[in-house]
């Protein structure tokens, strides 16, 4: 199994518990219809004319932070193919942008 030069006791643990397959459950957009989780798998090819997937262990909040994710231990990690994890970053930002601020709920109320 391939795997980062750096970080790769966290990569492996995060891979094991995801049993090196995609944990996304449709947080992408996609139904994933084999059993509602993503089909791709580590270093698995995606079809005939792509090369292997890498997935990616990152954080199971697609919004968090990059400097916050560094910090984060394997159990707050997921296995993310890089396909799912770019279009859940996307729908939570997109999510996060429609939410009314906490606070001004009522601010025109009279």
């Known amino acids: 199994m391939s795997e980062p030069i750096v970080g790769a006791g966290l990569f492996r643990t995060v891979m094991g518990a995801a049993g090196g397959r995609c944990q996304c459950e449709g947080a992408c957009g996609q139904p994933h219809k084999s059993g509602g989780r993503c089909p791709r798998e580590h270093d698995?090819?995606?079809g005939k004319h792509s090369g292997p997937i890498r997935l990616l262990a990152a954080p199971a909040d697609p919004l968090t932070t990059?400097?916050?994710?560094?910090?984060?231990?394997?159990?707050?990690l997921?296995?993310?193919?890089?396909?799912?994890?770019?279009?859940?970053?996307?729908?939570?930002?997109?999510t996060a942008r429609t939410k009314p601020v906490?606070?001004?709920?009522?601010?025109f109320d009279i």
Do not use: E, N
Request: one cysteine or more; glycine letters at 10%.
């Open 102 to 107: 906490p606070g001004q709920d009522g601010l």
């Open 44 to 46: 698995q090819h995606a």
């Open 78 to 94: 997921r296995a993310w193919c890089p396909t799912c994890l770019g279009a859940a970053r996307r729908a939570a930002q997109r």
């Open 66 to 76: 990059d400097r916050a994710a560094a910090a984060l231990p394997a159990g707050q």
